[in-house]
C-alpha cells in the first residue's frame, strides 16, 4: 500500500530551528514535494528533492534519504509567520502525488 | 494576476441537490487537478486531467465527475450530494503531466452538504 508518515502537531519557538520528519512507502518513487499551507489558505510550493541530500532554499531546507525513504524539512530562525501547515507528498509511479496529512507547527514567542 | 481561482468561495448544499464547483486557471497548463481535504487526512485526489479533452479517475472518484472542454476550465460536479462529500475541495494545475511537476493550487471551495 502507500502511505505517508508526518507529525500531526509540532511547537517550536520563535528565532529556533525545527525539523518536520516524513516518511513514505509509495508504489514507485519519482521524488519528494513539501508545501506551506496557512490555515483557511491553499497549498503553496516549498521544496522537491528527488536525488538524496540536502537541498537549502534561504530558512528552510529540505532532506531526503530514498534508501531509508525519509525526508525532512528544516526551518531556520523561525518566525511568526510560519505558524502553519507542512504537507508532504511523495510522487508516486503514476506521477501522482500521495499526500500526507500535513504537520501543524505552532510558534511561540 | 495569473494563477487559478475557484467559485463559490463556500457553499451551504442541501443532500441530494446537484453542484458544480467552478475552477478557471489563466498559465496555460496542461494538467489540473481535484482534491479533497478533511481534518486529519492528506489530500485526495478525486479526478485530473491530463490535458483539454482527457480525464482520469483519482483515488476517490465515486459521486464526482468532471470535464475538461478546454484548457482553462475544469468543473467538478457532484450529482447527487452527500453529507460525507462535506470537505473543503482544491483545485490545482501543473505545467506538465507524466512528470513531477509543481503543482499550483487555488484558494478552494469550502462546501457544507446538511
Known amino acids: 500500500g502507500q502511505n505517508i508518515d508526518q507529525p500531526t502537531e509540532m511547537t517550536a519557538t520563535e528565532g529556533a530551528i525545527v525539523q518536520i520528519n516524513c516518511t513514505y512507502q509509495?508504489?514507485?518513487?519519482?521524488?519528494l514535494f513539501w508545501y506551506q499551507q496557512h490555515a483557511g489558505e491553499a497549498p503553496t510550493f516549498l521544496s522537491y528533492?528527488?536525488l538524496d541530500g540536502l537541498e537549502e532554499k534561504g530558512r528552510f531546507s529540505s532532506f531526503l534519504s530514498r534508501s531509508k525513504g525519509y525526508s525532512y524539512l528544516l526551518l531556520k530562525e523561525l518566525q511568526m509567520k510560519d505558524s502553519a501547515s507542512y504537507l508532504c507528498?511523495?510522487?508516486?509511479?503514476?506521477?501522482?502525488?500521495?499526500w500526507g496529512a500535513g504537520t501543524k507547527l505552532i510558534i511561540k514567542p | 494576476i495569473a494563477g487559478i481561482t475557484q467559485a463559490p468561495t463556500s457553499q451551504i448544499l442541501a443532500a441530494g441537490r446537484r453542484m458544480t464547483l467552478r475552477c478557471t486557471q489563466d498559465?496555460?497548463?496542461?494538467?489540473m487537478y481535484w482534491y479533497r481535504q478533511d481534518l486529519g487526512l492528506g489530500l485526495r485526489l478525486i479526478h485530473y486531467?491530463?490535458?483539454?479533452?482527457?480525464?482520469g479517475k483519482g483515488e476517490v472518484p465515486d459521486g464526482y465527475s468532471v470535464s475538461r472542454a478546454n484548457t482553462d476550465d475544469f468543473p467538478l460536479t457532484l450529482a447527487s450530494a452527500v453529507p460525507s462529500q462535506t470537505s473543503v475541495y482544491f483545485c490545482?494545475?501543473?505545467?506538465?503531466?507524466?512528470?513531477?511537476?509543481?503543482?499550483?493550487f487555488g484558494p478552494g471551495t469550502r462546501l457544507t452538504v446538511l
Open positions: 528533492n528527488v
Open positions: 509509495t508504489s514507485g518513487f519519482n521524488g
Open positions: 490545482a494545475s501543473s505545467e506538465a503531466s507524466g512528470v513531477a511537476d509543481t503543482q499550483y
Open positions: 507528498a511523495s510522487v508516486d509511479s503514476n506521477y501522482q502525488l500521495i
Open positions: 498559465m496555460r497548463h496542461n494538467a
Open positions: 486531467s491530463n490535458t483539454a479533452g482527457t480525464t
